[in-house]
T-cell receptor, first 112, second 110 residues
Framework: NAGVTQTPKFQVLKTGQSMTLQCAQD?????MSWYRQDPGMGLRLIHY???????DQGEVPNGYNVSRSTTEDFPLRLLSAAPSQTSVYFC???????????FGDGTRLSIL | DAKTTQPNSMESNEEEPVHLPCNHS???????IHWYRQLPSQGPEYVIH???SNVNNRMASLAIAEDRKSSTLILHRATLRDAAVYYC???????????FGTGTSLTVIP
């Protein structure tokens, strides 16, 4: 089983560029979420989705957009990359809000 | 949403039990208590979660205080593979937050 797959694993962008981080899960989970983790810090919730067609903001949503057109996929879009968005991004999925979350391996993003 | 307080770091000898504490004095009656751990350069991994009663699984045990203002994650026999950052998290049904905080960095000494 693939679980939660994130692509790409690494990416370098220039300030102002846009990009989409991909997240796919094959467990038919309704709940999916995106986090960012800055060096020496815990994870912070960016956006989440409780099912296809439904998304909501987390703790740090500014500068990011999400959509959920299918149960399997939950892409994260950076509209105009800024150096402050340099971070490691994790996608997670679970059967429900209170159920164990399965995390991907992360996307390491650097913005110059 | 309620947040948690954990020690920044702890050490344990290999094959000894480890008790990782977490304070959550502002917990509400419907908040779940979750524990995750993160090994270096990996995504977080679910460990255990509970609401009111103590919980056991193959990885660990979760002891919840009677007033629910604190909890303890118990690793029964620490191994070198248990060296990680452990996060104690509260979640509220219908809420939109899942605060990881900075966690406790566990060092296991051979």
């Amino acid at each position: 089983n693939a679980g939660v797959t994130q692509t790409p694993k690494f990416q370098v962008l220039k300030t102002g560029q846009s990009m989409t981080l991909q997240c796919a899960q094959d467990m038919n989970h309704e709940y999916m979420s995106w986090y960012r983790q800055d060096p020496g810090m815990g994870l912070r919730l960016i956006h989440y989705s409780v099912g296809a067609g439904i998304t909501d903001q987390g703790e740090v949503p500014n500068g990011y957009n999400v959509s959920r057109s299918t149960t399997e996929d939950f892409p994260l879009r950076l509209l105009s990359a800024a150096p402050s968005q340099t971070s490691v991004y994790f996608c997670a999925s679970s059967r429900g809000r209170e159920q164990p979350q399965h995390f991907g391996d992360g996307t390491r993003l650097s913005i110059l | 949403d309620a947040k948690t307080t954990q020690p920044n770091s702890m050490e344990s000898n290999e094959e000894e039990p480890v008790h990782l504490p977490c304070n959550h004095s502002t917990i509400s009656g419907t908040d779940y208590i979750h524990w995750y751990r993160q090994l270096p350069s990996q995504g977080p991994e679910y460990v255990i979660h509970g609401l009111t009663s103590n919980v056991n699984n193959r990885m660990a045990s979760l002891a919840i205080a009677e007033d629910r203002k604190s909890s303890t994650l118990i690793l029964h026999r620490a191994t070198l593979r248990d060296a990680a950052v452990y996060y104690c998290i509260l979640s509220r049904p219908g809420g939109n937050q899942f605060y990881f905080g900075t966690g406790t960095s566990l060092t296991v000494i051979p």
